[in-house]
């Protein structure tokens, strides 16, 4: 079963525009990860938040916290057309991941 | 390279026949996991290593499933008898104990015929 989930399911910008997708997920954890895949790759870690932290940046990357409202958001800013791709959040007590469905993003030119 | 590498990255294979796939995890991380995703889904948690240790088992590993560490390096996942349903993107994943930031392989997609 997948404990996290994305929202919205799918999300068409124009470059240069930002773009801002919502996880949500169930039970407690330690920390939630965010990861892009391109379409059929290989997933790539984007940005790890712990469970104590509420706001972490890396790049044209911001990502939000909020463990009361079981909750993370994933904001990228300047869209670029090279961002179009899935992004999934991933929460993980101990070692597993469990993962939502994922937010496809496009970013037309 | 010193990414998590996997091969094969593609195999076609017929039902009920046996498939293995292998995974190189980073060097320096001693966990290892096997993830299965399926079109539109997310990464699914099928099995983790902790060096040559297997410590957990998802259900969704079922009996025609194995999955070994031999010497806590690489990795191999076998499907014996594969079915239809198997069809799928094995990924590998590998991460150190301190910090649990799991870094993803290319994956093998399975297409049983």
């Known amino acids: 079963s997948q404990q996290g989930e994305e929202d919205p399911q799918a999300l068409s910008i124009q470059e240069g525009e930002n773009a801002t997708m919502n996880c949500s997920y169930k039970t407690s954890i330690n920390n939630l990860q965010w990861y892009r895949q391109n379409s059929g790759r290989g997933l790539v870690h984007l940005i790890l938040?712990?469970?104590?932290?509420r706001e972490k940046h890396s790049g044209r990357l911001r990502v939000t916290l909020d463990t009361s409202k079981k909750s993370s958001s994933l904001l990228i800013t300047a869209s670029r057309a090279a961002d179009t791709a899935s992004y999934f959040c991933a929460t993980s007590n101990d070692y597993k991941l469990s993962f939502g469905a994922g937010t496809t993003v496009t970013v037309r030119a | 390279d010193t990414g998590v590498s996997q091969d094969p990255r593609h195999k076609i294979t017929k039902r009920g026949q046996n498939v293995t796939f292998r995974c190189d995890p980073i060097s320096e991380h001693n966990r290892l996991y096997w993830y299965r995703q399926t079109l539109g889904q997310g990464p699914e948690f099928l099995t983790y290593f902790q060096n040559e240790a297997q410590l957990e088992k998802s259900r969704l590993l079922s009996d025609r499933f194995s999955a070994e560490r031999p010497k806590g390096s690489f990795s191999t996942l076998e499907i014996q008898r594969t079915e239809q349903g198997d069809s799928a993107m094995y990924l590998c994943?590998?991460?150190?104990?301190?910090?649990?930031?799991?870094?993803f392989g290319p994956g093998t997609r399975l297409t049983v015929l």
């Open positions: 994943a590998s991460s150190s104990t301190e910090i649990n930031e799991q870094f």
């Open positions: 938040i712990r469970s104590n932290e």
